[in-house]
């Protein structure tokens, strides 16, 4: 159980294209959903969190019109990278939580997507 | 900043158990500890989590000082696939999680 898809699992994509990578929580409801990014050598570094039916809260230097985040149900949410550009070349993971899995705040990771943009 | 430090890394020879610490001396009453691994390019998978008892599961042990400023990640039996970053991490409702560095466990045949 708790298990986390993502979609695609890379994209290899032109700089100034548009690239939408899908998060799905596949049997559980996740009420919150977040999104990472993590380049080689390092952590991971969260960008933004968003809960179902409500606005993403983004954190610090991460550019909301740049990275679009739509949790639109329970079980999906997508990150639209607009005009991508090579440096936002990186490794992207979602989470996701939601009542009945873990404790209220475990998180189940989806297995990333590997976006490079030329 | 992270609320936990780890070591950077560390070795084990396989079958034998592991010990993964994690200091998290600023810890608060409500916040869970969790514990996560990475595998290169994928991402990361829960291991286990707890409040303030020691915890048990199929893939490891968790126990928790009385205190709860420190715990201790517990792989009974190293195996090659064990070889992963592992994040210890606090967690609570109304706070973000951050990730540190984590420690690179490497697991020797």
């Known amino acids: 159980g708790a298990v986390v898809s993502q979609h695609p699992s890379w994209v290899i994509c032109k700089s100034g294209t548009s690239v939408k990578i899908e998060c799905r929580s596949l049997d559980f409801q996740a009420t919150t959903m977040f999104w990472y990014r993590q380049f080689p050598k390092q952590s991971l570094m969260l960008m933004a969190t968003s809960n179902e039916g409500s606005k993403a809260t983004y954190e610090q230097g991460v550019e909301k019109d740049k990275f679009l985040i739509n949790h639109a149900s329970l079980t999906l949410s997508t990150l639209t990278v607009t005009s991508a550009h090579p440096e936002d070349s990186s490794f992207y993971i979602c989470?996701?939580?939601?009542?009945?899995?873990?404790?209220?705040?475990?998180?189940?990771f989806g297995p990333g997507t590997r976006l490079l943009v030329l | 900043d992270a609320k936990t430090t780890q070591p950077n890394s560390m070795e084990s020879n396989e079958e034998e158990p592991v010990h993964l610490p994690c200091n998290h001396s600023t810890i608060s009453g409500t916040d869970y500890i969790h514990w996560y691994r990475q595998l290169p390019s994928q991402g990361p998978e829960y291991v286990i989590h707890?409040?303030?008892s020691n915890v048990n599961n199929r893939m490891a042990s968790l126990a928790i000082a009385e205190d709860r400023k420190s715990s201790t990640l517990i792989l009974h039996r190293a195996t090659l696939r064990d070889a992963a970053v592992y994040y210890c991490i606090l967690t609570t409702s109304y706070d973000k999680v951050i990730f540190g560095p984590g420690t690179s466990l490497s697991v020797i045949p």
């Open positions: 707890g409040l303030t």
């Open positions: 989470s996701a939580s939601g009542p009945g899995r873990g404790s209220r705040e475990t998180q189940y």
